[in-house]
Nanobody, 130 residues
Framework: VQLQASGGGSVQPGGSLRLSCAASGITLEEVYTIGWFRQAPGKEREGIGFISRAGYIYYVDSVKGRFTISRDNAKNTVYLQINNLKPEDTAVYFC????????????????????????WGQGTLVTVSS
């Protein structure tokens, strides 16, 4: 299983980016969730949101309204659209796949924890500055 994150770059505040996470070796229908994470310089990795194989999407409160997760099953790719970028969004963005199905608890913020995920992409750098 491989995940390839791409789409990062340098943008000015207020700009937008769409990050992609292309999966290979597994289909989006086979994973439990695809999560997006970011790690800013000197900070811990934080979960941004995830999308389940059934299409359920969850976001951490701090990104609601600006970040949108979507997917294209035909391309086996998950996207993270980021609008109105702010300097504090500067980070390396990662996607990750959780394969194991969990049946004893509902989906929720616990799926923003990095240890829940089995496979990771290499990350793509987003830099927001004027």
């Amino acid at each position: 299983v491989q995940l390839q994150a791409s789409g990062g770059g340098s943008v000015q505040p207020g700009g937008s980016l769409r990050l992609s996470c292309a999966a290979s070796g597994i289909t989006l229908e086979e994973v439990y969730t695809i999560g997006w994470f970011r790690q800013a310089p000197g900070k811990e990795r934080e979960g941004i949101g995830f999308i389940s194989r059934a299409g359920y999407i969850y976001y951490v409160d701090s990104v609601k309204g600006r970040f949108t997760i979507s997917r294209d099953n035909a391309k086996n790719t998950v996207y993270l659209q980021i609008n109105n970028l702010k300097p504090e969004d500067t980070a390396v963005y990662f996607c990750a796949a959780k394969v194991g199905v969990v049946t004893d608890r509902p989906m929720g913020p616990w799926l923003l924890g990095a240890p829940q995920y089995d496979y990771w992409g290499q990350g793509t750098l987003v830099t927001v500055s004027s």
